[in-house]
């Protein structure tokens, strides 16, 4: 039924970008009597077309289901027992605030942390406007296993990161590579072109230690052991070089350092590269050759290489460097070097870095071990991007923030100072953190003074809190979005509309949240009434208004300006491709990249002889959201482990048995599913947690006996150096028949 029609019917019809996971898809929203009934795709919307996913369709169910919190809570009695008294939101602000500016005053600003946890809306990075406006540097976030590394390894190597913003283009393209990217369940609309393409005749490679549906569609599938990613990229380094298959003007005019990467290229011949990464030497060699002979191409990345931990940062770097030397990068079909948003107040800009003074900055945990969290290191950084974006340094502060799991210990360390207060929002670290029993003991822990959380549900963290406060969810929030993507890192473009309904009960935005704590800690004059008005500040350079944008279908693109108007466009501390890092010779860290089995494997092969995997996405599930989906949930009742059969058979397990998933850090039940999607070495367990289990202590609806991150740890050893990516995809394991009963609420 067209929007005309609906309209003539009595429903009010809403076009408005969908936000239950990055895509930015346009979606219609009907509403009857106040409530929406029916989300579908916009035809009209001129970059999804149409299209709209389950999780899209099932948002409205979502946004009612009967268990949301709508009401400000207190706790009552100790914590975790999950007693509350309901109050107003102006008592609880004023406590908090009350509170915050006690902690600050006593302990200094570093003292009070924020947490965000996954994409709940344009309001998104408000928190650290908060805390910038404060002088805390302790905003932590999910950026170490979620697009930072790709970002960051690119950025360090040729001053951006273009590959998770390049389309194929059909019949341009001559291949795409899919390295621990599964677009097809975590961005449809990639993948939609990506087939489109290949229609066209792009050759596909799959790079992945899973069969993943895009595997089964390739010309070449490469099944690599788990973690092992940076030792494939330099053995096709080392096929692309010393065959001769690389761009030698490029390499001549655009890049520096291109003699130490061919010496490092060089130790890792095929011979030594199938070994440590089980891929036959045949295949390492093939597809080498195809992607470098098929230009244009694009090698695109995903949040799998993110969480290999140590060699996540260095492996993107890797993969950086076999785009520029094959003459792949500012390639049309290739990839594009597009830069951030000229006009509009974007980014770092948008949320006052620079206001977080420099001697605060220093103060960030994890910055005395990692680079780019270290106040020098990420200055040095900054500039370089700075001279090359028009001045625009912050950029990638995103990908910058604090180290979660180095929050845990200055709380109950209270090294290498106390952290004293923790808001979080939208976020479950119990769940979406490694290592959930030093978050359990942290979050518990009486060093912490005050614990928030703002959120749609309680979870299994929110139960812990000193008070919960019922969040908005974007179904009632305005959007808006500074760039073509969500996170507003790309080009000219802006989109925006108002909330498709108005917010309901108690629920209130991340914005009203900072914005009256704000006002309450000698903040007011950064915090307008509505966030529309503070949009149109972002908005006044490019001379366009936030109701002028929401008047308009898609996004909105600043006529004005076209690609790399003038700009030099590597914003790397050289202004040249760095294929050895300046800046991480600079700071002591290896400016090649190179390849090491982690320690915990060295130390435990023969206790724990598989290899543990986790994460990965169905379209379904958008992170933590995905357990509170119905839709998720009819599908995916229980934890799934993808077990190879003849392990299973090795070990006395068949199909649909609960098993017990050990690891060196702790042990957890899931139920076996036999498939040989899997290596017969490896184990590929979900990230779970349980919103049916008793919620109160010791419970916490049961999500240490489930939750995988109960076994992965986080030891910032483990962690990759430059900015502190820690490892889910790739852990020493064993599993066995569960011996007792199966886990509380699977009973
Ligand atoms: S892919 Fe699905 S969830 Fe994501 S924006 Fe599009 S419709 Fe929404």
């Known amino acids: 039924m067209s929007l005309a029609n609906q309209a003539r019917n009595g429903a009010a019809v809403k076009p408005v970008v969908c936000v239950a996971c990055s895509q930015q898809c346009g979606v219609i929203v009907r509403v009857e009597n106040g409530r929406v009934v029916e989300i579908a795709g916009d035809k009209e919307h001129p970059v999804s077309r149409g299209f709209i996913c389950v999780k899209g369709t099932h948002a409205a169910e979502f946004h009612y289901r009967p268990d949301r919190i709508h009401w400000p809570l207190k ?18 602000l004023d406590e908090i605030a009350g509170k915050l500016r006690e902690l600050r005053d006593t302990y200094g600003p570093e003292s009070i942390a924020v947490s965000t946890g996954t994409l709940h809306g344009a309001d998104w990075g408000m928190g650290e406007r908060f805390l910038n406006l404060l002088g805390s540097p302790n905003m932590v ?38 390295w621990g990217f599964r677009p097809s369940a975590g961005k449809p609309l990639a993948w939609r072109q990506i087939v489109a393409a290949m229609r066209s005749g792009t050759k596909l490679i799959v790079v992945d230690p899973i069969r993943t549906l895009e595997a089964r569609q390739a010309d070449l599938f490469v099944q690599l052991r788990p973690g092992s990613d940076c030792a494939l990229a330099l053995g096709w380094l080392n096929v692309i070089i010393s065959e001769g298959l690389y761009d030698r003007e490029f390499v001549a005019g655009e890049t520096i350092g291109f003699e130490a990467l061919r010496e490092r290229a060089a130790e890792y011949p ?32 995903g949040n799998g290489l993110c969480q290999i931990g140590a060699t996540s940062v260095q492996a ?34 948008a949320i006052l870095m620079d206001r977080l003074p420099d001697s605060q900055r220093d103060k960030r945990l994890g910055g005395d071990r990692f680079t780019l969290l270290n106040g020098e290191g990420y200055r040095q950084f900054a500039d370089a991007l700075g001279r090359a974006w028009f ?30 207060a923790l ?35 309680k979870s299994p963290a929110a139960v812990l809190a000193d008070y919960l406060l019922p969040a908005a969810h974007w179904l009632e929030k305005p959007f808006f979005s500074q760039g073509f993507a969500f996170l507003g890192m790309i080009g000219d473009f802006a989109e925006a509309n ?16 900072w914005r009256d704590l704000g006002r309450r800690l000698d903040q007011a004059a950064e915090w307008p009434e509505r966030v529309e008005q503070l949009w149109d500040q972002w908005l006044k350079p490019a001379g366009i208004s936030f109701d002028e944008l929401a008047s308009r279908r898609g996004p909105w693109r600043d006529p004005n300006l076209s ?98 998933i050990e690891t060196p850090v702790g042990r957890v039940a899931h139920r076996a599913h036999l498939t040989d999607v899997v290596h017969a070495r490896v184990v590929q367990a979900d990230r779970w947690w349980y919103p049916e289990g008793e919620a109160a202590a010791p419970s916490f609806y049961g999500v240490l006996e489930t939750s995988i991150n109960a076994c992965i740890d986080n030891d910032p050893n483990a962690c990759d150096p430059v900015m502190g990516a820690w490892p889910l995809r790739a852990f020493p394991c064993r599993i066995a028949p569960l011996s007792g009963p199966p886990p509380q609420a699977n009973k």
Not at 75 to 92: F, K, L, P, S, T
Not at 271 to 290: K, Q
Not at 428 to 441: I, L, Q, T, W
């Open 316 to 349: 993107a770097r890797a993969l950086a460097s076999i785009v520029a030397i094959t003459g792949n990068l500012n390639r049309r079909g290739g990839h594009m070097v597009i830069g951030p948003p000229r006009k509009i107040v974007a980014n770092g800009d």
């Open 141 to 178: 976030g999910q950026d170490k296993v979620c697009t930072g590394p790709i970002a960051i390894g690119e950025a360090l190597t040729s001053g951006w990161g273009p590959s998770g913003f390049t389309p194929p283009i059909p019949g341009v393209t001559g291949c795409v590579v899919l």
């Open 563 to 660: 690609f790399g108007d003038g700009q030099r466009p590597y914003g790397t501390v050289s202004g040249k491709i760095e294929l050895r890092s300046e800046l991480l010779d600079r700071f002591g860290v290896d400016s090649l990249p190179a390849y090491e089995e982690s320690q915990l494997f060295r130390d435990h092969a023969r206790e724990f002889p598989l290899v543990l995997t986790t994460g990965g996405r169905v379209i379904e599930g958008f992170h933590q959201n995905a357990q509170q989906a119905a839709a998720f949930r009819k599908r995916f009742p229980d934890p799934i482990a993808q077990v190879h059969p003849e392990t299973a058979a090795a070990a006395g397990i068949c199909d649909g048995d609960w098993i017990a």
């Open 498 to 513: 108002e909330a498709a309904i108005p917010a309901e009960f108690g629920h209130r935005a991340d914005y009203e949240l």
């Open 75 to 92: 706790r009552v009695g100790a914590r975790g027992q999950d007693r509350w008294q309901r109050i107003e939101w102006d008592q609880a």
């Open 391 to 420: 001045g625009q340094r912050h950029v990638f502060s995103i990908f910058t923030s604090a180290h979660e799991p180095l929050l845990w210990d200055a709380i109950t360390e209270q090294k290498p100072y106390p952290v004293k």
């Open 270 to 301: 095929p011979a030594r590269v199938a070994e440590l990464t089980w891929v036959p030497e045949s295949l390492i060699v093939e597809s080498a050759r195809t992607f470098a002979k098929s230009g244009p191409a694009i090698l695109g990345p």
């Open 423 to 457: 808001i979080t929002q939208y976020h479950n670290p119990f769940g979406g953190s490694p290592n959930a029993h030093k978050v359990a003991a942290a979050l518990r822990h009486p060093n912490l003074e005050l614990f928030v959380a703002h959120d749609l549900f």
